[in-house]
């Protein structure tokens, strides 16, 4: 259950509750009396004249022992000359029958209700009905089960409203939250909910905001990417008509070395056009990433085995220690295309015939829980003072190893950016006998 | 020679392409929208359709997958995004191969020529392959699971036959492209993993296994009795 939604459903109830104690209190500590049971008072003492009347003193006393049972309230029954006649507790109105009329219907010094009635019976005879409301709690007189049932009504009335109203209140601040998660987790259509988006309250317009927001951003990216395909699209269709131009030429007999370099030229600017183009989709993939678990360790194992056929071109071989599953959180595809730079980056550098080594070691779960994976390759390695720049875009290393170079220098500045945005470091060094190692550190999924 | 169709929307692209697989005796006739290539697709007079992606009318994807309905002529996609989903889902549709723009001429020819290979070949007359309740019929190309006939597209056809032959055996990824593309596998090439992918939700039922970074493996299954 939401952290929220317990909070505030614990303050309202408790609220309620308080209150309710101290309203309980507070009729628990006045005086049970109070004007309106006197308007009764007087068919109560009509009720007991008429069976004074009909049955006798008997009769009366067990009216007046029902209404003590039931109500509490203590009375004594008199003729007109002040002898009591039927009662429990003719001794307690120890000034005896008082004479006159009505007596104010004020606690007395006591805090004790009194009242004395005289009334006439249907025979003619008079009668004197004084009655009194004890102090104190009326509960006194209601069982365990009733006392239990009370409250068990009470907390389950106000748990019910409390329950509602907390539902109200927090259910748009869950439903937002929902929506602006999933969108950063990828999912760009995500809204609120038009339940929320109704309100006409500052809930409501948090939601539409929002909603206009997430709106916004989904349209930005997907023109974003729309321009990426027609760029794409645009760029490539003169380099194809140019090859196959240059083709034609070549077939009609046409030799001349200056083709060739025509051929190597539009080459490379394809090269260099994908390349741009991975770096314009890995940004607008960080804003639409799509995070979930998968295994690092398949993954390399496909990258190696694809590598290992453009490694035998130059009679290399790509070695790949694999570690068991290695469960990282993040991007299967941007993660993908960075790994695949860095390991298409060291078959590029490597000298021929020699080995590209892939290391994948799953850290320790106290150690922070990191993989590690090394790829190091036995190239000529790049100077000390440039291992930082080299994962700037377009970056050239100024030694002869990159002289023949086709390579458009975004590999290395594409897998920097996918492992900075699954939180991991990428670094590289030169290795002890020669060749450079790009180590890159992920944090394995909880 | 086979007659090649070409549809693309660049017109002076498919003017070069005219003269270039002329070259190659190839007789070719080339259309730039989706709606009239998917006519001359479906009348049955090429042995291969080269198909673009983007096309105005009707796109490419639509193209193929209303012919798919009516012909199972080979085709070849060709498409200049960058968008690996597209080239999958045009393999899933029933496309033959792709290639990226811009390709090398040569490696067109190549794959074109590869292409009509594999479906000359299906007149080739040999003996039916059986493997448990799986049989293929390599002169009709026709295969049966059990006593129902299987819908096999022209390349999972020749996948299986070769998966068929080596029942039970690891084949790489190198072999079967090679036998059933016509071609060598290239590095980060998926197109063969897109057509096995493609085959295993027909066979159903886990028959094609995969043996990771190497190929794949067909399971043969008793036939019921």
């Known amino acids: 259950m939401p952290r929220l939604f317990v909070k505030v459903f614990l303050g309202f109830w408790a609220t309620v509750i308080v209150v309710g104690i101290a309203l309980v209190l507070s009729f628990v500590f006045t005086p049970n009396g109070s004007y309106l049971p006197w308007q009764d008072a007087r068919s109560t003492a009509r009720e007991v004249i008429r069976e004074m009347d009909r049955h006798g003193p008997a009769a009366a006393a067990r009216v007046l022992s029902r209404l003590e049972r039931s109500q509490g309230l203590e009375a004594c029954l008199y003729d007109d000359q002040g002898t009591p006649i039927a009662g429990n507790h003719c001794g307690t109105f ?341 060749g450079l190692q790009v180590t890159i550190r992920l944090p394995l999924a909880q | 020679m086979e007659r090649i169709l070409i549809i693309d929307d660049d017109t002076a692209l498919c003017e070069l392409l005219i003269e270039r697989l002329q070259d190659d005796e190839f007789v070719t006739e080339a259309v730039h929208d989706g709606v009239r290539g998917l006519e001359r697709a479906r009348s049955g007079e090429h042995g291969l359709v080269v198909l673009d992606l983007m096309l105005p009318g009707l796109n490419g994807i639509e193209v193929l997958r209303q012919l798919r309905h009516t012909s199972d002529v080979p085709v070849l996609i060709l498409t200049a995004r960058d968008e690996d989903v597209e080239r999958i889902l045009g393999l899933e549709i029933g496309a033959d191969d792709y290639l990226a723009k811009p390709f090398n001429p040569r490696e067109l020819i190549a794959r074109i020529r590869a292409i009509l290979r594999r479906s000359l070949r299906a007149s080739g007359e040999e003996r039916p392959l059986k493997a448990g309740d799986l049989q293929l019929n390599p002169s009709t190309r026709e295969a049966f699971l059990g006593q129902k006939p299987l819908p096999l597209t022209s390349v999972e056809f020749s996948l299986l036959e070769t998966l068929l032959h080596e029942a039970g055996r690891t084949v790489s990824r190198e072999h079967l492209t090679e036998t059933v593309l016509g071609r060598e596998l290239r590095p980060f090439d998926r197109v063969i993993d897109v057509h096995v992918s493609n085959l295993r939700r027909k066979l159903g039922n886990e028959r094609i296994k995969t043996v990771r970074g190497t190929g794949y493996l067909l399971v043969a299954r008793p036939a019921p009795r």
Not at chain 1, 207 to 227: C, G, P, V
Not at chain 1, 378 to 389: C, F, I, K, Q, R
Not at chain 1, 417 to 429: D, K, M
């Open chain 1, 94 to 434: 120890s000034d005896g029958p008082m004479r006159g009329n009505m007596i104010p219907d004020r606690p007395n010094s006591s805090g004790m209700y009194r009242n004395m009635m005289r009334l006439p019976s249907a025979n003619g005879k008079v009668y004197v009905l004084e009655t009194q409301l004890p102090w104190g709690p009326r509960q006194i007189h209601h069982t365990v089960f009733e006392f239990a049932l009370h409250w068990l009504v009470v907390l389950l009335v106000s748990s019910a409203i409390c329950y509602l109203l907390t539902l109200r209140l927090t259910r748009p601040i869950l439903r937002l939250g929902e929506a602006s998660r999933q969108i950063s987790e990828g999912n760009l259509q995500a809204r609120v909910p038009p339940a929320v988006e109704a309100r006409r309250d500052e809930f409501g317009d948090l939601a539409r905001d929002f909603n206009t927001m997430a709106e916004r951003i989904e349209d930005l990216l997907s023109s974003h990417r729309q321009l990426i395909s027609d760029v794409s699209h645009e760029l490539r269709s003169p380099l194809t008509r140019i090859q196959l131009a240059v083709d034609l030429v070549r077939k009609r007999g046409g030799d001349d070395p200056a083709l060739s370099r025509v051929q190597a030229d539009v080459e490379r600017l394809e090269h260099l056009i994908a390349r741009l183009l991975t770096v314009a989709r890995v940004e607008a993939g960080a804003a639409a990433a799509k995070w979930e678990r998968f295994d690092v360790n398949g993954l390399l194992a496909e990258i190696a085995a694809d590598a290992q056929l453009e490694a035998r071109q130059r009679e290399c071989t790509v070695v790949f220690s694999e570690a068991g599953a290695c469960i990282v959180m993040g991007d299967e595809h941007l993660l993908r295309s960075a790994l695949e730079n860095v390991v298409r980056n060291a078959v590029y550098y490597t000298s021929p015939g020699t080995e590209i080594l892939i290391t994948l070691t799953p850290g320790a779960a106290a150690a922070g829980g990191m993989m590690v994976l090394e790829v190091s390759d036995h190239g000529p390695g790049v100077p000390e003072s440039e291992l930082l720049s080299i994962f700037r875009p377009f970056y050239r290393v100024g030694n002869a190893r990159d002289q023949q170079s086709g390579g458009a220098g975004l590999g290395l500045a594409i897998a920097s950016r996918v492992v900075q945005l699954h939180r991991g470091t990428i670094v590289a060094s030169n290795r002890p006998g020669g």
